[in-house]
């Protein structure tokens, strides 16, 4: 659906023709009249003096659903280093919000990914799908050896319609071409190795697990054949507890915490610790149903100021933004050639700014836990601070095997994990932990 205004600028949809009339002022003179907005009694905004906005042009669509942006789109995001783009991106995707600023918090934080994606969409442009491989272009060496190859064929013709006096320098100039054809193809194949040698050992540096993974691990590919019906009615049957609301019962082997020393820390998010989630994120992350990316919050020091304000009042009133309820499903094969949805497995994309979120929530819930002494370090190394687990346990696990084998003794060594461990423990089993937890 596209949309056109009386100056004959056209966008895909009104949210864009909306930035575009607040940008460039571009604005009938027709009296605006004062609206409310979805709350009774709220104002989503104030007729004021300032021309350079109107507030006819200020209002942003409700989607229809809340989780996400009307079209999900993949913004073509400049480089980290071209900063004035990113400084002026920041300035008037502030202005604008800033002028927008009515509504509850839910409505500010989607009117905020919503101009974020309209704004980067219109100013850097979309992704383009490939298609295809780029076309192979020849350098010298390659179109030499296709003259050569071009000139060995003719001289081939040649020789076979020659008489025989001719034979004999026509088979000398033909050897001599097939020597050059020879020298060009080696050197030529010696580039490309070295080429590819070089591109993989950029893409080890640059990514040792994965490069690994790609090089060593098993081929997966599939295409997934089911309806949406097919994959509700699993996705129900794998996660949900039909028996959630059941009392469990007395269970004595839950451990009852200590009373602990040091109570919970629930301040509000600092601008520090907003910086440091922000500094520590991957810029390889995938952007959620709200379509901004963290690269958006590493080069906007505006943006993310505006979005720390959000999250303090969502922290002050305790209830979890209505957007960051719902997460985008990516199924990735198992194996190859894979069809079935038991054969895929099922990972979540959630909204940036609910991660930003809650890896402060964990934080402090990390930090409580540790000082109270709730949590064995010697035992417990997943999800603690500066502690790489993986590497200590290995180290201790290699270390006793190397032990038991000089000294010829016995040594079992058992890997445990649990196959869908939120769906195969009862939930009722985990609020109870959670709830002992909360009463220590």
């Not at 079935?340 to 836990?369: C, M, N, P, W």
């Not at 346990?393 to 038991?404: K, P, S, Y």
């Amino acid at each position: 659906m596209s949309a056109q205004w009386f100056c004959g600028k056209v966008r895909k949809n009104p949210r864009g023709l909306k930035i575009h009339q607040a940008k460039m002022r571009c604005v009938r003179t027709v009296p605006v009249a004062q609206r409310s907005g979805n709350t009774p009694g709220e104002t989503q905004e104030e007729v004021g003096p300032e021309t350079n906005h109107s507030a006819q042009n200020l209002q942003v669509t409700q989607a229809l659903n809340p989780c996400r942006t009307s079209e999900h789109r993949w913004v073509k995001w400049p480089q980290a280093y071209k900063e004035k783009e990113w400084l002026q991106f920041d300035e008037d995707a502030d202005t604008i919000l800033e002028a927008i600023a009515k509504g509850d918090t839910d409505q500010r934080l989607q009117n905020m990914t919503t101009i974020i994606i309209s704004l980067a969409a219109e100013r850097f442009g979309l992704e383009e799908n490939r298609t295809g491989n780029l076309p192979y272009t020849m350098n010298n060496r390659s179109k030499k050896i296709h003259q050569l190859k071009q000139e060995l064929k003719s001289q081939r013709r040649r020789f076979k319609e020659a008489r025989e006096e001719e034979t004999g320098p026509l088979a000398e100039l033909r050897n001599i071409l097939r020597k050059k054809l020879m020298t060009l193809r080696r050197a030529e194949w010696h580039r490309r190795r070295r080429k590819e040698r070089a591109r993989k050992c950029a893409a080890f540096i640059a990514n040792p697990f994965g490069f690994t993974k790609q090089l060593l691990g098993k081929k997966r590919n599939g295409q997934l054949t089911c309806s949406k019906a097919e994959i509700d009615h699993h996705l129900r049957d794998t996660f949900c507890d039909r028996s959630r609301e059941q009392d469990l019962g007395h269970c004595q082997h839950l451990i009852d915490p200590p009373t602990p020393t040091l109570d919970f820390d629930g301040k509000e998010p600092s601008w520090k610790e907003i910086q440091e989630v922000i500094k520590k994120a991957r810029l390889s992350s995938a952007p959620g149903p709200s379509g901004v990316p963290y690269r958006v919050y590493k080069n906007c020091p505006k943006l993310l100021h505006r979005l720390w304000k959000i999250l303090k009042f969502i922290w002050r009133r305790g209830k979890v933004a209505q957007q960051w309820r719902f997460a985008e499903g990516v199924w990735i094969p198992k194996e190859e050639e894979l069809k079935t949805i038991a054969q895929f497995r099922t990972i979540l994309l959630l909204s940036v700014e609910g991660k930003i979120f809650f890896s402060i929530v964990a934080r402090h819930l990390t930090d409580y836990l540790l000082r109270n002494s709730y949590i064995d370090t010697s035992v417990q190394k997943g999800g603690i601070p500066k502690v790489s687990g993986c590497l200590e346990h290995t180290g201790v696990v290699t270390q006793l095997i190397r032990e038991a084998r000089e000294s010829k003794g016995d040594l079992v060594v058992l890997w445990l994990d649990l196959t869908n461990a939120y769906g195969s423990i009862p939930h009722k089993l985990v609020e109870e932990a959670l709830g002992r937890l909360a009463q220590a």
